[in-house]
């Protein structure tokens, strides 16, 4: 059974330790980019073993995030304008659910349909 791997939270609690999930990490990041108005997450594509993640979420050593995000963008819409608006919306989420702030935050444009 494969382990979860977990952002552990500090905040003021005196109840115990608090953990965040990449897959919760990773599911506020899908949302936020299908809130985005042209754009949607791009389809998970066969790689040589197995498929290739939509979103990759890791935590360097120091505790700051990074996350790599595949999308697809509509057609009539920017790109340089969309894959801003979706760096800022998947920042505002993620520090409005989790208070965590993402250092950085990379858009690949994977398809545009």
Request: charged residues 25%.
């Amino acid at each position: 059974m494969a382990s979860i791997e977990y952002h552990k939270i500090v905040n003021f609690t005196t109840y115990g330790n608090l953990g965040i999930s990449n897959n919760v990490i990773a599911e506020i990041t899908r949302q936020a980019v299908n809130d985005c108005e042209g754009a949607a997450m791009a389809d998970s594509h066969s790689r040589l073993f197995g498929k290739k993640d939509t979103v990759v979420c890791k935590f360097s050593k120091k505790g700051e995030l990074t996350i790599d995000v595949h999308i697809k963008i509509k057609i009539g819409y920017n790109v340089s304008e969309t894959s801003a608006r979706v760096q800022e919306k998947i920042e505002h989420d993620l520090l409005y659910m989790t208070e965590i702030r993402p250092r950085r935050i990379h858009v690949i444009v994977s398809d545009v349909k």
